[in-house]
């Protein structure tokens, strides 16, 4: 059964600062997504990583992607308050073709002033 | 292009009664996908659809849920009776076969409480 996990569950810092969201997944995957979602609100897909050494990036926010080592990243560079939300990664099992996704627990971030 | 649609938003109910939720997916998307979110945790699948038929329900609690799509658009998931830990979020997602990325498209959810 694949698992997906994420790290830290939690996390709060103040704006300008820079950190890393971990996400690991226990069986061989095609396709690692993030997401992002709002309080109340739905999901919304940040980035897709397809292959060893993917490195996307959009804004503040850069995912990269290790599938020797199962591992993607999700770095944030100077948070600004507004990108706060609670941050999701999730996988599709390579067994599974391109159809189903795994999520992580989802990473909370609050970013104060 | 509109987004996945659901219905209702919000939903109280008792626990031992029925609900239903309705899914309208995008245009031209055959895929389609139920999860459920509980509070604090990641969507779990519960059923995908590749048009009307079934790929996957092993997760789907078959005593008490139940979903259809019948001519391969529309998608409603029943739940009865309810119990307690069936509070949640209930999200439809659609993709395009062979869409870019194979991307799942995620509805704004029904949030279900039962008392």
């Not at chain 2, 919000?10 to 459920?36: D, M």
């Amino acid at each position: 059964e694949l698992k997906v996990e994420q790290n830290p569950l939690f996390l709060s810092m103040q704006e300008g600062k820079n950190y890393t969201i971990y996400c690991n997944y226990s069986t061989t995957s095609d396709r690692l997504y993030w997401y992002r979602q709002d309080p109340g609100k739905s999901l919304e897909s940040l980035f897709v990583l397809l292959s060893n050494g993917a490195v996307k990036q959009e804004g503040r926010l850069m995912a990269s992607l290790d599938t020797k080592a199962r591992l993607s990243t999700l770095h944030i560079t100077a948070a600004v308050h507004d990108l706060s939300a609670t941050y999701f990664c999730a996988v599709t099992p390579r067994w599974e073709g391109a159809q189903k996704l795994v999520f992580g627990q989802g990473t909370r971030l609050t970013i104060n002033p | 292009e509109a987004g996945v649609a659901q219905s209702p938003r919000y939903k109280i109910i008792e626990k031992r009664q029925s609900v239903a939720f309705w899914c309208n997916p995008i245009s031209g998307h055959a895929t389609l996908y139920w999860y459920q979110q509980i509070l604090g945790q990641g969507p779990k699948l519960l059923i995908q659809f590749q048009n009307n038929g079934v790929v996957d329900d092993s997760q789907l609690p078959k005593d008490r849920f139940s979903a259809e799509r019948l001519k391969g658009v529309d998608s409603t998931l029943k739940i009865q009776p309810a119990k307690l830990e069936d509070s949640a979020v209930y999200l439809c997602a659609s993709r395009q076969t062979g869409g870019a990325h194979n991307e799942q498209f995620f509805g704004p959810g029904t949030r279900l409480t039962v008392l």
